[in-house]
């Protein structure tokens, strides 16, 4: 059975059937956010200034590789950036936790050992994406904060906010959740400062293009080898993140023959799931 996400992007029919839920979860969305403009709820402002990455729609379109780009021009532009993050299916017992390249992703979450290791950045995971912000201040070792998604984690205020989409699927549907991908109206992105799209963009949008590197071996990952190498025979591709066709896409764009494999988004590979039995190579994404 297909997952629900596949027909957000193909706009199936049936979907009409969720749109009742969609317009109650806009309400809500909207009631939300206009609660911290009116003060109703709590927002906060940290001592360091803040931008924030991240998208108004369920699922991958590149954020993190862009925090690690901006976290790597801003050090070259002579601050000392640091990343907070949600530490999204950490089961860390307590809260914010500091993440190094050497840390647990189960503890903390995949994307943040991710960028600590990429970076080489402080990193502060934590759902309360303040105390993630303020132990990184406490450190005293950064300037200004990258927050890995966010965009409607409105406790945290921000200076600059920066929407990532993705140029090939776009809003699928329109639709909020659960009738479409989308997590608030498009008219959210006429109040950031910057659209950033993952492809081709149009205008008014900066458009982001990731490179493709090359295969590091598992058990040894000095040992680098060219795509060019697996053309001659059909490689198994493996991907649990948010939008595995992109994935599957670019080895296919490097022409590669594939056998593809799509889990769900932070899946907890076990050696079992790349065991395929048929001595064919397998590639898989750097945060799989």
Not at 94 to 115: H, I, K, N, T, Y
Not at 121 to 133: E, Q, W
Not at 248 to 255: D, E, P, S, T, V
Request: proline share 7%; hydrophobic share 40%; with cysteine.
């Amino acid at each position: 059975m297909k997952r629900l996400d596949y027909y957000w992007y193909t706009r199936s029919p049936w979907l009409v059937l969720l749109t009742p839920l969609s317009l109650i979860y806009r309400i809500i969305v909207s009631l939300r956010r206009s609660a911290y403009k009116l003060g109703i709820l709590r927002s906060t402002r940290v001592t360091t200034p803040v931008i924030v990455v991240g998208n108004i729609t369920v699922g991958g379109t590149g954020k993190t590789p862009l925090v690690a780009w901006l976290a790597e021009y801003l050090r070259g532009k002579g601050y000392k950036p640091g990343i907070i993050s949600r530490g999204y299916g950490g089961t860390a017992s307590s809260w914010p936790q500091q993440v190094r390249p050497d840390s647990d992703p189960g503890v903390v979450g995949d994307e943040a050992v991710l960028l600590a290791a990429n970076t080489g950045c402080p990193v502060s995971v934590a759902p309360d994406r303040v105390a993630a912000a303020n132990a990184l201040i406490a450190g005293g070792d950064c300037d200004v904060i990258l927050s890995d998604d966010g965009l409607q984690h409105y406790a945290l205020q921000r200076d600059i906010e920066i929407a990532v989409i993705d140029g090939v699927r776009r809003y699928g549907s329109g639709f909020l959740i659960p009738a479409g991908p989308l997590r608030e109206p498009v008219s959210r992105l006429q109040d950031v400062d910057l659209v950033v799209v993952n492809g081709q963009g149009s205008e008014g949008e900066h458009p982001m293009n990731l490179q493709q590197g090359g295969a590091h071996q598992l058990l040894d990952p000095d040992k680098v080898r060219d795509l060019h190498e697996f053309r001659s025979r059909t490689v198994h591709a493996v991907a649990g993140i948010g939008n595995p066709e992109r994935f599957f896409r670019a080895l296919q764009k490097a022409g590669l023959q594939l056998q593809t494999h799509a889990f769900p988004d932070h899946y907890p590979f076990q050696p079992a799931d790349i065991r395929f039995g048929d001595g064919r190579a397998v590639l898989m994404t750097e945060k799989d």
